[in-house]
């Protein structure tokens, strides 16, 4: 008698069984990753499943492919290693304070190891900003920025193809083309002619900087071209991925866009948040899918955890140096 479609289910459900990790002397991270590979480890599980869904959307030739984060991972040492893989990526979708980070450290900006449990009203008196338990003092952050987008601004403002409007993105180049630090996330995508979208530009430092500028020079910020480019992004590439970390702007503004043509193809997220408050943060995958944000049959993948955690590790498997 042949097997009911319970039973057929059944064998299924139960084909792959978990196996033990075994770990070796000199394992790599990739073979480490391997061998995690049918573990059934929870996060773990999401993660190797990240890294394969990776693996696949940077292998495939026809996919646009995006790099998605917020601008507080880099304020730590994360800012090098997104550096180093810019180049391995179509386009940047990311925050004003991503920017002010990247500038500021950019030219020698100390940001110093702190602790979350430190006396705000104490930093607050030693002019310390705390991010997290990463302490920047003032001089290094706003002073910076103002300084050195100061110097860079000028330059664009006198030099003979200046053009009065620029979008965030043909802005963010040209500052690019003037930072001289190869570890600068503007300068890679500027080298290897990576777009960088900001929605967002207005909110942080950088884009107080040019609020500042536009009233006594002739300068306009033209947000909606970056707009139109997104959308001819969306409708010119049938195929597109998408590494996000972290919610808010720079995760939907990627997932937005991409539903006009049906969804993502390849979605891999990181994220501490819940989804029980129905917050974009927290929300998974999976309900982009009711959107059409992300294609019903696409691979994709959440992984619930500190990006600082799982990128160091998932950016090694895969070789993004």
């Known amino acids: 008698m042949g097997l ?3 039973d057929n289910l059944k064998k299924r459900l139960l084909a792959r069984g978990v196996k033990d990790i075994r770990l070796k002397k000199g394992m790599t991270v990739s073979e480490l990753i391997r061998s995690m590979k049918d573990m059934g480890g929870f996060s773990g599980q999401n993660l190797v499943n990240g890294v394969e869904i990776t693996r696949s959307m940077l292998a ?3 996919s646009y492919n995006f790099l998605s984060f917020p601008a507080d991972i880099i304020s730590t040492g994360m800012k090098g290693m997104i550096a180093d893989a810019v180049k391995h990526f179509d386009a940047i979708m990311t925050t004003c304070g ?6 500021a450290r950019a030219y020698g900006g100390k940001y110093s190891v702190g602790s979350f449990e430190a006396d705000d009203s104490k930093l607050l008196h030693m002019s310390i900003y705390r991010l997290g338990n990463v302490f920047i003092e003032n001089k290094e ?3 910076a920025v103002e300084k050195h ?3 860079i601004m000028d330059d664009i403002y006198s030099s003979r193809d200046y053009k009065v409007e620029y979008s965030p993105s043909e802005l963010l180049r040209e ?3 003037r930072i001289k630090d190869n570890s600068s996330i503007i300068r890679q995508a500027y080298l290897h002619d990576v777009p960088i979208f900001n929605p967002g530009i207005v909110d942080g430092a950088f884009g107080t900087q040019l609020v500042l500028f536009s009233q006594d020079h002739d300068f306009k910020l033209n947000v909606i071209k970056d707009e139109l480019m997104l959308s001819n992004i969306a409708f010119d590439n049938k195929v597109t991925g998408a590494f996000m970390v972290g919610g808010g702007i720079s995760k939907h503004h990627v997932i937005w866009w991409n539903q006009f043509k049906g969804g993502l193809d390849y979605a891999v997220y990181i994220t501490t948040a819940s989804q029980y408050d129905g917050s974009l943060s927290g929300a998974r995958l999976t309900e982009a899918v009711s959107w059409g944000k992300v294609k019903e049959k696409a691979k994709y993948v959440t992984i619930d955890g500190d990006a600082t955690i799982i990128m160091p590790v998932m950016f090694a498997a895969l ?3």
């Open 60 to 62: 495939d030739k026809d």
């Open 149 to 151: 987008f100061a110097k």
């Open 4 to 6: 009911s479609m319970a």
């Open 319 to 321: 070789g993004l140096v």
């Open 141 to 143: 952050y706003g002073d």
């Open 98 to 103: 991503t920017i002010d980070h990247d500038l």
């Open 175 to 177: 500052f690019g083309k």
